[in-house]
């Protein structure tokens, strides 16, 4: 079974950044693609960054554009998740997310990493 390990949440004040890290059980590079969502309390899971095997096509949620940077090292088995600018309204649980396909659901998903943003 795959497993997915988050790491590098915690507490921040606006403005400032963290990076997140997404260690696999198994080389990345059998992923055709892994991710980054969250869920803050009471609100849906929603869709941060994604990245492709090969790391050169990436897509990025439109509240997190130009702030946030995903980015793989497959020699590590590991993705990233630079985090800038950080705003209150980024609080939530981080999640990293692989998937063996281009297109369905992700297969296999982490425990989540805390990231709390004061104003």
């Known amino acids: 079974q795959v497993q997915l390990a988050e790491s590098g949440g915690g507490l921040v004040q606006a403005g400032g950044s963290l990076r997140l890290s997404c260690a696999a059980s198994?080389?990345?590079?059998?992923?055709?693609?892994m991710g980054w969502f969250r869920q803050a309390p009471g609100k849906e899971r929603e869709f941060v960054a994604g990245i492709r095997r090969s790391g050169e096509i990436t897509l990025y949620s439109d509240s997190v554009k130009g702030r946030f940077t995903i980015s793989r090292d497959n020699a590590k088995n590991t993705v990233y998740l630079q985090m800038n600018s950080l705003k209150p309204e980024d609080t939530a649980v981080y999640l990293c997310a692989a998937g063996r396909n281009i297109i369905g659901p992700y297969n296999y998903w982490g425990q989540g990493t805390q990231v709390t943003v004061s104003s």
């Open positions: 198994e080389s990345t590079f059998s992923f055709s693609r």
